[in-house]
Nanobody, 115 residues
């Protein structure tokens, strides 16, 4: 059974940082393209960042230079380091895994950026 479990969300002030983590089990992690998506209230889910093993990363323009995605294939984890957070980054953040038509999602973790 594939499981993706996010952690690390919370309430922060503008300009602060958060680090999200996603622990994955039940699949051969290194095969999968991993990504982070987010969904703000009243908006559609959007891509934040994606990466495959041994491939360039991909970021949404709105987070380039502030967010960094990383993965540890030995520990089956993917992380999202979020710096210089803005109120518009407020959303539920979801971990995603894709490979050969398979598509898995975590339950999400909430990030709120507010003064």
């Amino acid at each position: 059974q594939v499981q993706l479990v996010e952690s690390g969300g919370g309430l922060v002030q503008p300009g602060e940082s958060l680090r999200l983590s996603c622990e994955v089990s039940g699949m051969i992690f290194r095969f999968y393209a991993m990504g982070w998506y987010r969904q703000a209230p009243g908006k559609q889910r959007e891509l934040v960042a994606t990466m495959q093993s041994n491939a360039p990363t991909n970021y949404a323009n709105s987070v380039k230079g502030r967010f960094t995605i990383s993965r540890d294939n030995a520990r089956n984890t993917v992380n999202l380091q979020m710096n210089s957070l803005k109120p518009e980054d407020t959303a539920d953040y979801y971990c995603n895994a894709q490979y050969m038509g398979r598509d898995y999602w975590g339950q999400g973790t909430q990030v709120t950026v507010s003064s």
